[in-house]
């Protein structure tokens, strides 16, 4: 027991020694009792500065009541609220002032589909893809050039000259309602619509036959009938002989191609189309045609005169007099169709350049483009036919064609590139789509307009139809000295042009793009 207890009185020693005061050894005096600090072993004793004692906390509630009512608290409140309320006065009145200085956009016109992009049509189904199977799986294609709608036929059983056996119900190029079922369908999907030529006797000399009376009864029932099937408008050639010899008969076709049809569910869709064919060449004539016959677009041979005489003076003159007088949405422009045949050939020129040319022409002028199939190839008529086998490139072809093939491949695809980018520009942009037409420069050999809109940019289009190199000094209010080359057929031209002292090549067209100036 003692062992134990003086063991645990060593280990308390040793802690108590722990605690003792640190004193300062020898200080030299031989005193080694006298300390020099009060710290004990393991501790450290801080001393802090009054200053900093305490610290700020803030007021308490208490304090905040009685400050809050204060005299010099109230007024500061008052002051900061009426600096707020006159911040934000301020900033609305600048607002209103900004609103009402800013230009006011201008109401969009009234368009339709037909008004969107470019008409192609497809006369005989059988040359552009062998049956309307065939047509269904080009509709990609197509609206890759951004086509609006496709005018195909006549597609039904007329005999030449045989009224007995017209049968517009019918189709002459398949059994059936099926595939041509699918192409709408299928067209429909790429938001593109589909108008049949129902032209009676579209391979005879009278288009309706010499009993009028009977071919336009059978028409009505036609009408109703494709209708039905979802067919978005109808093309008719010659009907100016209707109109002129039995205006009440025309107004009954008239009503029935118009009239709005349901959907699947009942819904109210658009209205069908109604196309006029005319081979009037005259604009007053044309004129006074679209604006009593009611139909929805007319085509003429208006331009096909100008492009005849090649003069742009004639052509200014003719657009000049149907835009002055007419809704632009009711202006077609075409050269090539069915009867007259393709582009290419029409122009009577060799090469690409005078395709890019009209195709340049068709998209800029005010009013919607009508294109034959295979005219944004350059596709020309055989010695023997106006409807000459559509040709189509693969990849594969461009890697197995060479030599003369090859080229002219490669010529026929920079044609649709052309065809591609004003077709695309056209949907896009306002200027083009339905701007207004402002002259800028015309003479017998060569032409300049500008079409704007608004606050959108502006596209002026220049055309040199002589032999040789033009100058052209284009002036206007709401032209800048400089232009882009947005499509240009003359490879001399850079990609900003001086307005004023213009040189285009012989056979040229160029199409300018500049900003809204404001």
């Given at each position: 027991?003692?062992?134990?207890?003086?063991?645990?009185?060593?280990?308390?020693?040793?802690?108590?020694?722990?605690?003792?005061?640190?004193?300062?050894?020898?200080?030299?005096?031989?005193?080694?009792?006298?300390?020099?600090?009060?710290?004990?072993?393991?501790?450290?004793?801080?001393?802090?500065?009054?200053?900093?004692?305490?610290?700020?906390?803030?007021?308490?509630?208490?304090?905040?009541?009685?400050?809050?009512?204060?005299?010099?608290?109230?007024?500061?409140?008052?002051?900061?609220?009426?600096?707020?309320?006159?911040?934000?006065?301020?900033?609305?009145?600048?607002?209103?002032?900004?609103?009402?200085?800013?230009?006011?956009?201008?109401?969009?016109?009234?368009?339709?589909?037909?008004?969107?992009?470019?008409?192609?049509?497809?006369?005989?189904?059988?040359?552009?893809?062998?049956?309307?199977?065939?047509?269904?799986?080009?509709?990609?294609?197509?609206?890759?050039?951004?086509?609006k709608g496709l005018v195909v036929g006549p597609i039904h059983k007329a005999p030449t000259d045989d009224i007995a056996e017209l049968d517009l119900n019918s189709m002459a190029v398949s059994g059936d309602l099926v595939p041509f079922?699918?192409?709408?369908?299928?067209?429909?999907?790429?938001?593109?619509?589909?108008?049949?030529?129902?032209?009676?006797?579209?391979?005879?000399?009278?288009?309706?036959?010499?009993?009028?009376?009977?071919?336009?009864?059978?028409?009505?029932?036609?009408?109703?009938?494709?209708?039905?099937?979802?067919?978005?408008?109808?093309?008719?050639?010659?009907?100016?002989?209707?109109?002129?010899?039995?205006?009440?008969?025309?107004?009954?076709?008239?009503?029935?191609?118009?009239?709005?049809?349901?959907?699947?569910?009942?819904?109210?869709?658009?209205?069908?189309?109604?196309?006029?064919?005319?081979?009037?060449t005259s604009a007053e004539e044309v004129g006074t045609l679209l604006n009593s016959s009611g139909v929805d677009l007319l085509l003429s041979g208006v331009l096909r005169a100008a492009n005849t005489n090649q003069s742009g003076q004639?052509?200014?003159?003719?657009?000049?007099?149907?835009?002055?007088?007419?809704?632009?949405?009711?202006?077609?422009?075409?050269?090539?169709?069915?009867?007259?045949?393709?582009?290419?050939?029409?122009?009577?020129?060799?090469?690409?350049?005078?395709?890019?040319?009209?195709?340049?022409?068709?998209?800029?002028?005010?009013?919607?483009?009508?294109?034959?199939?295979?005219?944004?190839?350059?596709?020309?008529?055989?010695?023997?036919?106006?409807?000459?086998?559509?040709?189509?490139?693969?990849?594969?072809?461009?890697?197995?064609?060479?030599?003369?093939?090859?080229?002219?491949?490669?010529?026929?695809?920079?044609?649709?590139?052309?065809?591609?980018?004003?077709?695309?520009?056209?949907?896009?942009?306002?200027?083009?789509?339905?701007?207004?037409?402002?002259?800028?420069?015309?003479?017998?050999?060569?032409?300049?307009?500008?079409?704007?809109?608004?606050?959108?940019?502006?596209?002026?289009?220049?055309?040199?139809?002589?032999?040789?190199?033009?100058?052209?000094?284009?002036?206007?209010?709401?032209?800048?000295?400089?232009?882009?080359?947005?499509?240009?057929?003359?490879?001399?031209?850079?990609?900003?042009?001086?307005?004023?002292?213009?040189?285009?090549?012989?056979?040229?067209?160029?199409?300018?793009?500049?900003?809204?100036?404001?």
């Amino acid at each position: 027991m003692s062992t134990e207890v003086d063991l645990k009185d060593v280990e308390l020693n040793e802690v108590d020694q722990e605690k003792q005061p640190m004193t300062g050894g020898d200080t030299g005096n031989g005193d080694a009792s006298s300390p020099t600090v009060t710290e004990k072993n393991g501790m450290v004793s801080l001393t802090i500065p009054k200053d900093q004692e305490s610290k700020f906390t803030g007021l308490s509630k208490d304090e905040l009541i009685q400050v809050a009512g204060t005299p010099g608290w109230v007024r500061t409140r008052w002051a900061l609220l009426i600096l707020f309320w006159l911040g934000w006065l301020g900033m609305l009145a600048g607002a209103i002032g900004i609103i009402i200085q800013a230009p006011r956009c201008k109401p969009l016109p009234e368009m339709n589909w037909w008004n969107q992009g470019p008409m192609y049509e497809i006369g005989d189904v059988a040359a552009f893809s062998n049956d309307l199977e065939g047509l269904k799986g080009k509709v990609d294609s197509l609206s890759q050039l951004k086509v609006k709608g496709l005018v195909v036929g006549p597609i039904h059983k007329a005999p030449t000259d045989d009224i007995a056996e017209l049968d517009l119900n019918s189709m002459a190029v398949s059994g059936d309602l099926v595939p041509f079922k699918a192409l709408l369908e299928a067209a429909h999907k790429k938001s593109m619509k589909v108008v049949l030529d129902l032209t009676p006797n579209y391979q005879g000399q009278q288009r309706w036959f010499d009993n009028l009376m009977g071919a336009a009864e059978k028409l009505k029932v036609a009408l109703v009938h494709w209708q039905k099937q979802g067919v978005d408008g109808f093309k008719l050639s010659g009907f100016e002989r209707v109109f002129s010899l039995n205006s009440t008969l025309w107004d009954d076709i008239r009503t029935i191609a118009l009239q709005p049809q349901e959907d699947k569910e009942g819904k109210e869709k658009e209205r069908s189309a109604l196309f006029g064919v005319t081979e009037k060449t005259s604009a007053e004539e044309v004129g006074t045609l679209l604006n009593s016959s009611g139909v929805d677009l007319l085509l003429s041979g208006v331009l096909r005169a100008a492009n005849t005489n090649q003069s742009g003076q004639l052509l200014a003159d003719a657009v000049e007099k149907l835009y002055g007088t007419l809704n632009q949405t009711k202006l077609a422009w075409g050269i090539s169709d069915r009867e007259q045949g393709h582009l290419a050939t029409l122009l009577g020129s060799s090469g690409s350049g005078p395709v890019k040319f009209y195709q340049t022409l068709l998209f800029t002028l005010p009013g919607t483009p009508i294109f034959n199939y295979g005219d944004e190839i350059g596709l020309e008529d055989t010695a023997s036919s106006k409807s000459p086998k559509m040709v189509w490139y693969s990849d594969e072809d461009a890697e197995k064609l060479n030599g003369t093939d090859k080229a002219e491949m490669e010529e026929r695809l920079s044609v649709r590139k052309v065809f591609k980018a004003l077709s695309e520009l056209r949907s896009k942009e306002r200027s083009l789509l339905h701007g207004d037409y402002i002259p800028l420069a015309s003479s017998g050999s060569t032409l300049a307009y500008l079409r704007s809109w608004d606050q959108s940019d502006r596209y002026t289009a220049v055309f040199n139809w002589g032999p040789d190199e033009a100058t052209f000094n284009l002036k206007h209010e709401q032209l800048p000295p400089q232009a882009k080359v947005c499509v240009s057929t003359d490879s001399t031209l850079s990609d900003m042009v001086d307005l004023q002292g213009l040189k285009l090549a012989a056979g040229q067209a160029v199409l300018l793009k500049t900003p809204y100036l404001g």
